[in-house]
């Protein structure tokens, strides 16, 4: 049972670490996206197909984060839970899928509007305006990835 249990660890981490490394690519994506669209429409719209493929394996890793993470908690029988470094983390990751949901998915359907309803809008209030949402999010999702870390590693009672 440790055996699984560790190896249901690694997945947890590895997991972790390509979601944080999803994540940084897509603030370094974003910024070329805006760059090129700004310069050329139909450019920046072929950029934006590499950005929803980070997309698609985030939300993997999140699944395979969850799965291992509740298959650990089984294994270890729920003895975790008690822990408040695991309670705030357990908490962080409702944050992570609270902004994903409403600041992360309201960005992102705006750059999809933007790219795949061809509109080619001129207004730099607007485009300002889905540029700070969209780099907010990533932003926040840095810090709430970079605070379980900390709790994780540290695990203070």
Known sequence: MHTLYLILKT?????????????????????????????????????????????KAGMIGMIVVLLAGISMLAISEWSFVQLLWFKIKLGLIGLIFVNGLTLGRTSAMKVQALVEGGNTTNDPAELSSIQSRTRLFLILQLLIFVTIIILSVFRFT
């Open 11 to 55: 997945f947890h981490i590895l997991s972790f670490v390509i979601i944080i490394g999803i994540t940084l690519a897509n603030v370094i994506a974003y910024h070329q996206f805006w760059k090129i669209y700004e310069q050329d429409h139909a450019k920046g719209i072929a950029t934006f197909a590499i950005i929803r493929g980070f997309f």
